[in-house]
């Protein structure tokens, strides 16, 4: 959670956050010198969902491998890097993105809004134009404090077009507030979404573009279906239906 990090703590990523027991999905080394949002991440907790509740073990050396830590890694920079000047995985001088065929935008301006808000947009329980880079990393944190994990399914083409599948899941066990600020309780259901993405690359395997298709709304509204104040525990399935394990 972004809560947890420290921003005096400016060094590479730790062991745990790279992979379990010899498996490496995050291989990621900052430049010399580099500048942490919130200060150095930590994976572990999203690891564990992730090796816990991953669908898929691909082969190393494998296109869904490359692609699985091309990602992972490509998060660690959206996330946690403010300065497009310091990613690896983009080339920020030329780099684009777009959502489910829309406008494209570039480096600066996915440093500058931050993933969530770019990949979700404005939509009924959540209107990413009214929240900065920071809120929306907070409220998804609180939203998902055990994390939210991604996996690449399949790839269908390879360099320099690489289309693949995509799976984003983690177990609503915080609280999410909506855009009208209505906060919901989660009751530890799984929130999972799919979609494809097209990513063009150099022969460095270096990120020049990515074209991402979804639907947002399948991320948001699982979150308004949880029980909001003043509902009694019956409304929400009962004390024991929601202590039930989110599988």
């Known amino acids: 959670m972004v809560q947890e990090l420290n921003i005096n703590r400016q060094g590479k990523l730790a062991k745990e956050s790279k992979g379990v027991k010899g498996e490496v999905i995050r291989d ?3 430049v010399e010198g580099v500048k942490w949002r919130f200060g150095t991440p930590n994976y572990s907790k999203v690891n564990a ?14 296109l869904e491998s ?18 497009p000047k310091q990613w690896q995985t983009m080339d920020s001088e030329v780099f684009k ?32 134009s009214a929240q900065t880079f920071e809120t929306a990393n907070t409220i998804f944190s609180n939203t998902f404090p055990e994390g939210f994990a991604w996996e690449c399914l399949e790839v269908y083409s390879p360099p320099p077009n690489v289309m693949f599948k995509w799976r984003h899941w983690g177990t609503f066990a915080g609280e999410y ?16 979404i799919q979609g494809v993405c097209m990513a063009k690359v150099n022969d460095k395997l270096v990120i020049e573009e990515l074209q991402v298709y979804y639907d947002p709304n399948s991320m948001i509204e699982p979150l308004r279906k949880g029980s909001a104040p003043g509902m009694c525990s019956f409304a929400c399935g009962g004390g024991a239906a929601a202590e039930e394990d989110d599988e």
């Open 28 to 30: 990621y080394n900052p």
């Open 49 to 62: 969902e992730y090796f816990k509740n991953r669908t898929k073990k691909h082969p190393e050396g494998s």
């Open 66 to 83: 490359v692609v699985t830590k091309l990602v992972k890694n490509w998060e660690v920079e959206s996330h946690h890097i403010a300065d």
């Open 97 to 128: 993105v777009s959502l489910n065929g829309g406008p494209k935008v570039d480096a600066q301006y996915m440093a500058d809004v931050g993933p969530y808000n770019l990949l979700l947009g404005d939509l009924k329980g959540y209107k990413a």
């Open 177 to 192: 507030e909506d855009d009208e600020g209505t906060v919901f309780e989660g009751d530890r259901r799984r929130v999972e």
